[in-house]
């Protein structure tokens, strides 16, 4: 039986801090590692999709002292300001390693919810501990997993959202289960914010770092591919920057490639200890996404629906 609906597993506060948040953490720091008993996981496969404006990305992950295989195909597009076309898509597969048979088959609620607990880890590790302004950079389905996670998470005075559509920053606005103020411009929705998520369709900078104020944490989520920016040269620069992998980093992030840092660390390497989280400075999470989270994710549903 193929599980593919599981609503409750991932999606609760309960469900955040008790059981999903932990093994993500788990998973990123065999990942850090680098045993290949652990985690064998390569850098994300993509072919272009010329005609679309698009790529595939194929994310497979092997984790052998714990069992579990996955592999995550996924679509990802530049689209056109004011498209309502998705701009990315993503089915995972959790499968039998010994037999290849594949267990758990999901669309979207373990990318989205894995990506902003990832983003929440992040925050954790690395933000002040006395923030009180969170600013969402966007309005999609991973601005709205992140302003869910991170309220659940963690608590803030103040919750802002920016998008480039007024309309659409009010709709989002309005979907959401608590409070949150609309900004009309990037720089009034950052001034004087703690923590910062971008998570926008952008190929350009969209984040300036004479915006941002000292000792702030940003998690860029947006602009997976070589050329992709949402995040400028300035506040690149002037962070502390973390990532979830070096390897990806290096081969995908046009914020790590084009603006030329240095990567201090993997955010593993932080939870692993052997490197420090520099709450003091600006510091930048760049987020790719990786096989392993999708993998202890699918894992987790797995072991919950066979609970059920």
Do not use: W
């Given at each position: 039986m193929i599980v593919t609906e599981f609503p409750h597993y991932l999606n609760t506060a309960n469900e955040l801090r008790k059981h999903l948040i932990p093994r993500l953490e788990t998973a990123l720091g065999k990942f850090s590692k680098r045993n290949s008993a652990e985690v064998?996981?390569?850098?994300?496969?993509?072919?272009?999709?010329?005609?679309?404006?698009?790529?595939l990305g194929v994310m497979p992950c092997y984790m052998e002292n714990d069992g579990i295989l996955c592999t995550k195909l996924v679509s990802f597009y530049k689209r056109p300001a004011g498209s309502t076309l998705p701009s990315t898509q993503?089915?995972?597969?959790?499968?039998?390693?010994?037999?290849?048979n594949v267990k758990v088959m999901d669309g979207e609620v373990i990318t989205f919810m894995r990506t902003a607990a990832v983003s929440a880890i992040s925050a954790k590790l690395l933000m002040r501990p006395d923030a009180e302004v969170l600013t969402?950079?966007?309005?999609?389905?991973?601005?709205?997993?992140?302003?869910?996670?991170?309220?659940?998470?963690f608590q803030f005075k103040e919750v802002r959202v920016w998008s480039r559509s007024v309309d659409r920053a009010d709709?989002?606005?309005?979907?959401?289960n608590g409070p949150v103020t609309v900004c009309k411009s990037v720089e009034e929705a950052v001034k004087g914010?703690?923590?910062?998520?971008?998570?926008?369709?952008?190929?350009?900078?969209?984040l300036f770092g004479q915006w941002v104020k000292p000792g702030a944490h940003v998690t860029a989520v947006g602009a997976c591919r070589p050329d992709w920016r949402e995040l400028d040269d300035t506040?690149?620069?002037?962070?502390v920057v973390y990532v979830d992998s070096r390897e990806s980093a290096m081969t995908e992030s046009g914020d790590i490639i084009l603006s030329g840092v240095e990567i201090f660390a993997e955010i593993g390497d932080v939870i692993n200890g052997t490197?420090?989280?520099?709450?003091?400075?600006?510091t930048v999470f760049k987020s790719l996404g990786l096989g392993v989270e999708d993998a202890a994710s699918a894992q987790l549903v797995y072991d919950k629906w066979?609970?059920?």
């Open positions: 064998i996981q390569p850098v994300r496969t993509t072919v272009p999709l010329q005609k679309h404006s698009g790529f993503a089915t995972v597969m959790l499968l039998d390693p010994e037999y290849g969402i950079l966007g309005t999609g389905k991973q601005a709205k997993s992140h302003y869910n996670v991170f309220t659940e998470i709709t989002f606005a309005g979907s959401l914010a703690d923590i910062i998520v971008t998570v926008t369709r952008s190929t350009e900078p969209v506040l690149m620069k002037q962070a490197k420090p989280a520099c709450r003091e400075k600006t066979k609970q059920c």
